[in-house]
């Protein structure tokens, strides 16, 4: 709003602006307000939208560790695909700093996440959740009969036997919470609800 009032721009409900920071360091925000003396300080620009369209390569001054840092913080979930020992010199805050690597540490890696409680196990992702194993009953349905023709027996049969195991346990312990019926001496029905804890 600040950058559109300092250039008088008349913009119009719902419109886009563009702009690009040209601050000088990564903490430079788009427009920072002084507290004591009121004063605004925008680092920032317009870029018409005609130039966008019509110049898709236009360069121009921009606030390169701002963008730079942004972009790392992007690309940084990538780097799981790499071996942990060159993870930490890849991403770079000055160009000037760029590294190289040979053919054999750039080879993929697996089984190393960025960091330990980012990596599921097998048990974890091949066990149904609680909630799935709710969902399968409720709708009472075998998790697996989406599989068509023999294409189940492609899928490791432990953990097929598995999760239908679980599942038809938590159905029968469902069963045994349901509603009980006692009659009063009156001979009304009472219905007494039981919930899982």
């Given at each position: 709003?600040e950058l559109?009032?300092?250039?008088?721009?008349?913009?119009?409900?719902?419109?886009?602006?563009?702009?690009?920071?040209?601050?000088?360091?990564?903490?430079?925000?788009?427009?920072?307000?002084?507290?004591?003396?009121?004063?605004?300080?925008?680092?920032?620009?317009?870029?018409?939208?005609?130039?966008?369209?019509?110049?898709?390569?236009?360069?121009?001054?921009?606030?390169?560790?701002?963008?730079?840092?942004?972009?790392n913080k992007?690309?940084?979930?990538?780097?799981?695909?790499?071996?942990?020992?060159?993870?930490e010199d890849?991403?770079?805050?000055?160009?000037?700093?760029?590294?190289?690597?040979?053919?054999?540490?750039?080879?993929?890696?697996?089984?190393?996440?960025?960091?330990?409680?980012?990596?599921?196990?097998?048990?974890?992702?091949?066990?149904?959740?609680?909630?799935?194993?709710?969902?399968?009953?409720?709708?009472?349905?075998?998790?697996?009969?989406?599989?068509?023709?023999?294409?189940?027996?492609?899928?490791?049969?432990?953990?097929?036997?598995?999760?239908?195991?679980?599942?038809?346990?938590?159905?029968?312990?469902?069963?045994?919470?349901?509603?009980?019926?006692?009659?009063?001496?009156?001979?009304?029905?009472?219905?007494?609800?039981?919930?899982?804890?």
């Open positions: 709003m559109v009032m300092k250039n008088q721009y008349p913009a119009t409900l719902g419109e886009t602006i563009y702009y690009v920071n040209n601050g000088t360091k990564k903490g430079c925000g788009d427009v920072k307000k002084n507290p004591k003396t009121g004063e605004v300080e925008i680092n920032c620009y317009m870029i018409p939208e005609a130039e966008i369209i019509n110049k898709p390569n236009m360069t121009g001054e921009y606030n390169v560790p701002l963008y730079i840092s942004k972009f992007h690309v940084e979930p990538l780097l799981v695909a790499f071996k942990p020992e060159i993870r890849i991403l770079i805050d000055n160009p000037e700093n760029r590294q190289y690597f040979t053919l054999l540490q750039c080879e993929l890696d697996s089984g190393h996440p960025l960091k330990p409680e980012g990596q599921d196990n097998l048990d974890e992702v091949m066990t149904l959740s609680d909630m799935e194993v709710a969902f399968w009953n409720h709708v009472n349905r075998d998790p697996y009969f989406m599989y068509i023709e023999d294409s189940l027996s492609l899928v490791d049969q432990y953990w097929v036997d598995y999760n239908r195991k679980v599942v038809k346990e938590e159905a029968a312990s469902s069963k045994n919470n349901e509603e009980d019926e006692i009659i009063d001496n009156d001979g009304k029905d009472l219905a007494y609800h039981a919930t899982n804890v």
